[in-house]
């Protein structure tokens, strides 16, 4: 991939049009996942957090994991998503 | 633990970007997203190391960015490995017209050493300044800067940017034709 470009070799300045370019796409790629929001998973953790056990109604695993996965299992989800039990999910974090 | 409304609101307006920087960093978004539940997790053990006032979304990104540091130690091989995860979830996004531009692109992103991948999404696309940029990585705004100079021009060397023609939406339309998944 180094030699199927030979027209620009130049010494590591670009121009600013390139920068331009360069730096829209990777605006636009970085703001398709900002444009995502929040996820389920995020807000129940916070919720969980700041209230232990009070809001499973709003814990909506299932939602999550179709959002996150199409068609995977995540076994990550019940790092968060303890249906019952919920003992502490901050134990993760705390070292 | 109680969290002032305010402190957990900023959070979740962080949430956002920190998981366009994990992608950005991780290049799988299945593992993003674990990093940005450690994080969370993280920040909320430590909140009261946090100071009212101060640029809360700028302390997440410092706290993200340390543990992909440190799980990149651990499992440099998985990290470098970047399979359709990412692919997959921008199928399921709507409004994605440049599907097959984003994923030139990330494969390119992927190729970058971390320091100047870090450094390039952080000032150019998350919004910080060389100086917050330097702070979250922990190093002198100089050195930040020249991380994204190299990382720019490693970008446009990979990418193959040579003109107008080569890049930018004339390119992107072909490419999305010859993939047949256009629209416009």
Redesign the interface.
């Known amino acids: 991939m180094h030699t199927d470009s030979p027209t620009r070799r130049t010494a590591g300045r670009l121009s600013r049009e390139d920068q331009r370019r360069l730096g829209d796409i990777l605006q636009r790629v970085y703001d398709d996942v900002v444009h995502q929001g929040v996820p389920d998973r995020f807000r129940a953790l916070l919720n969980e957090l700041e209230e232990p056990g009070k809001n499973e109604q709003h814990s909506a695993p299932s939602r999550a994991e179709a959002h996150m996965a199409p068609g995977g299992e995540k076994p990550e989800s019940d790092q968060v998503f303890e249906p019952e039990g919920a003992s502490d999910p901050r134990s993760k974090g705390q070292h | 633990?109680?969290?002032r409304p305010s402190v957990?609101e900023a959070?979740?307006g962080a949430?956002?970007?920190l998981?366009?920087?994990a992608?950005?960093l991780c290049g799988n978004?299945?593992r993003a997203?674990?990093l940005?539940?450690?994080t969370?997790?993280?920040a909320?053990?430590n909140i009261t190391s946090f100071q009212p006032g101060t640029n809360m979304s700028a302390w997440l990104f410092t706290i993200l960015r340390n543990l992909f540091r440190s799980e990149y130690r651990k499992r440099r091989r998985e990290v470098e490995d970047t399979d359709g995860t990412y692919a997959?979830s921008?199928?399921?996004?709507p409004?994605?017209h440049?599907r097959v531009?984003?994923e030139e692109?990330?494969a390119a992103?992927a190729k970058l050493p971390p320091d100047q991948r870090e450094a390039?999404?952080l000032v150019?696309?998350?919004g910080f300044s060389y100086e917050e940029a330097a702070a979250i990585c922990d190093c002198a705004v100089g050195t930040i800067k020249s991380r994204v100079?190299?990382a720019?021009?490693r970008?446009?060397?990979?990418?193959?940017?040579?003109?107008?023609d080569d890049?930018?939406p004339d390119h992107t339309t072909r490419a999305i034709l010859s993939a047949g998944g256009g629209r416009s």
């Open positions: 633990m109680t969290m957990r959070m979740l949430v956002p970007s998981r366009a920087f992608i950005s978004v299945d997203d674990d940005v539940q450690e969370l997790l993280r909320m053990a997959e921008l199928k399921s996004h409004e994605q440049s531009e984003f692109f990330r992103l390039l999404i150019g696309a998350s100079n190299r720019r021009t970008l446009s060397e990979l990418l193959s940017i040579d003109g107008a890049f930018g």
